[in-house]
Nanobody
Framework: QVQLVESGGGLVQPGGSLRLSCAAS????????MVWHRQSPGQAREWVAT???????VYADSVKGRFTISRDNAKITAYLQMNSLKPEDTAVYYC?????????WGQGTQVTVSS
């Protein structure tokens, strides 16, 4: 009943910035929390950031101080602002949304950081 679609990924040089968006649609109007995960080929899936209701945020140590998660409840959309990007940030980024019952996940968007 819920669909999540990520957008905003692409190719960027080290030190550059990208903003990812996650738009939700379906019967659920609000989520208890929204999260971002990422995964590179051959590596484990990694939690990146979480925003809860109320709007408290928490970040993985690897992105703290560089990434900012936010949400627009009226649009049921989450964002991930990524600054000072490093090659090791290269991954597919996935958006997740938590209801009382379960998490829903999008298909992911590719972020490549390379010179």
């Amino acid at each position: 009943q819920v669909q999540l679609v990520e957008s905003g990924g692409g190719l960027v040089q080290p030190g550059g910035s990208l903003r990812l968006s996650c738009a939700a649609s379906g019967s659920i109007l609000r989520f208890n929390a929204m999260v971002w995960h990422r995964q590179s080929p051959g590596q484990a899936r990694e939690w990146v950031a979480t925003i809860t209701s109320p709007n408290s945020t928490v970040y993985a140590d690897s992105v703290k101080g560089r990434f900012t998660i936010s949400r627009d409840n009226a649009k049921i959309t989450a964002y991930l602002q990524m600054n000072s990007l490093k090659p090791e940030d290269t991954a597919v980024y996935y958006c997740g949304a938590q209801t009382t019952d379960r998490y829903y996940w999008g298909q992911g968007t590719q972020v490549t950081v390379s010179s």
